[in-house]
């Protein structure tokens, strides 16, 4: 038996609902799923916001893994509303309870003056180099798309800077901020693997960005050739969305720490010394900063620098790596960041420990006295899309035997 | 730092019923880290944080936090190396 095209419409009209776009806000807003079943390119060009996207050439093979309740009401749209019926007629044929189809379509949704959006796309060339990425459902190329639009900020080009550095050009974070006052000395070398033997006597910056390029030249490296101080910190972190402490010494962690809460940028820190490092991420009033962890720093004589103490070197290239690792967890809003944890890495034993970590209400810096003094003076939390070196001492672990009397 | 003047041990075992005891016996079976661990009356220095298990004593009963037999007790100094 024949069936001609108007027969499918009629069928489609009568097991699935049509609803206007003004009745599909409501529901979506409800709850409800909106599936968009037109072509890539027509969703490329703009889609409404919080749509599911399957075209439907792929409807039958994709839609059970998209959609598995298929108890679940759905509302289906595509350009005019003539495919999102037809999509409807087949998902009610495979089980789907409730397949609405949205009368009009998008067309009639954009004229109506309603949301959409357009998902940022990368270039034939960026799909290529990121494919990898691409692949991983968590990133994906909304995923890669907002890395390429995040800025990361690197306090130190040193040993913790290096390994991180190289990891987020590569991961096509798209502006990398270098803080390093410092020249490449041959005594770098046997660790700061992103400087080279050619390069000594040339600035750390200079060199930190060389390398990037040659790896990644869509990244844009801004470089401040300063030492961060009190005067410069709050010029220089602006506008970062997150921030990575390769610092030694404990007065530009307080500097930093202090004007990074006061505007809401989430650090990455981490520290070495010897055999071991430590690694946490301080996000402002959602876990502690480094004052809740450190309110007062040690006096100078017990706390000597690397220089003196030495340091294995893959030890900051191991801390680096998951510093940038969490940062990249930061960017894209995926994981569980080291947030209220401090990860103690022993490379002698090849350990990791974990310490839980709170935020001190009477922290001076993001306590609740503080939170109000800066609410005050109306600092919003900024939401993220996206050598001298002094020394860690080691954790000394003391178990007792057992009640004395 | 604390590991050299604990004869190179990372690990040790010390009888004590609370957090503070420990500490003192720490202290006194190596009185080299008396100097980085405690102040001159005997209190904890500020810099210096000290764990049972994975919680910080502070939030516990500071060195009045009793402890058993399996527990442990981590000494963490502030520390600021990064290159």
Known sequence: MNKTFNELMREARAVAREVWPDEAARLAASGVRLLDVREQHEWEEGHIPGALHVARGYLEMEIESVLPDRNAPVVIYCAGGVRSLLAARELKEMGYAAPMSMAGGFQLWKSEGRPWTQPRVLTPEQKRRYSRHLLIPEVGSEGQARLLASRALFIGAGGLGSSGLLYLAAAGVGTIGVVDFDTVDLSNLQRQVIHATDRVGQKKTDSAAQSVHALNPDIDVIAYDEMLTEENVDRIIEGYDVILDGTDTFETRYTLNDAAVRVGIPVVHASVFRFEGQLTVFQPYAGPCYRCLYPAPPPPELAPGCSVAGVLGVVPGTLGLLQATEAIKVLLGIGEPLVGRLLIYDALDMSFQELQLRRDPSCPACGDGAREAAAGEAATPKATVSEAAGVQATPLVARPLGRIG | ?83
């Open chain 2, 1 to 83: 730092m604390l590991r050299a003047q604990a004869e190179g041990n990372k690990q040790v075992e010390v009888d004590g019923a609370t957090v503070g005891d420990v500490m003192h016996g720490l202290v006194e079976r190596f009185p080299g880290l008396g100097e980085q661990l405690l102040a001159s009356d005997g209190s904890l220095n500020r810099f210096v944080n000290v764990y049972l298990n994975d919680q910080d004593i502070r939030y516990l009963q500071e060195l009045r936090t009793p402890v058993s037999a399996t527990d442990t007790v981590v000494i963490l100094p502030a520390m600021a190396g990064g290159a």
